[in-house]
């Protein structure tokens, strides 16, 4: 079982999510696909 650390959750880009992935890929042996579902927008202020 992986040892989830400070630096993981706080981290650069990637720590928790690639310890996700690796969970679902490596030992659930499942696959990720991706989907947009349009719930965010980029908003300009000014």
Not at 4 to 30: A, C, H, P
Request: glycine residues 8%; aromatic residues 4%.
């Amino acid at each position: 079982m992986p040892v989830l650390l400070e630096m993981d959750v706080k981290g650069s880009i990637g720590g928790i999510r690639e310890l996700i992935r690796d969970y679902i890929v490596n030992v659930k042996k499942g696959t990720i696909h991706p989907e947009c579902d349009h719930n965010w927008k980029i908003v300009v202020s000014d």
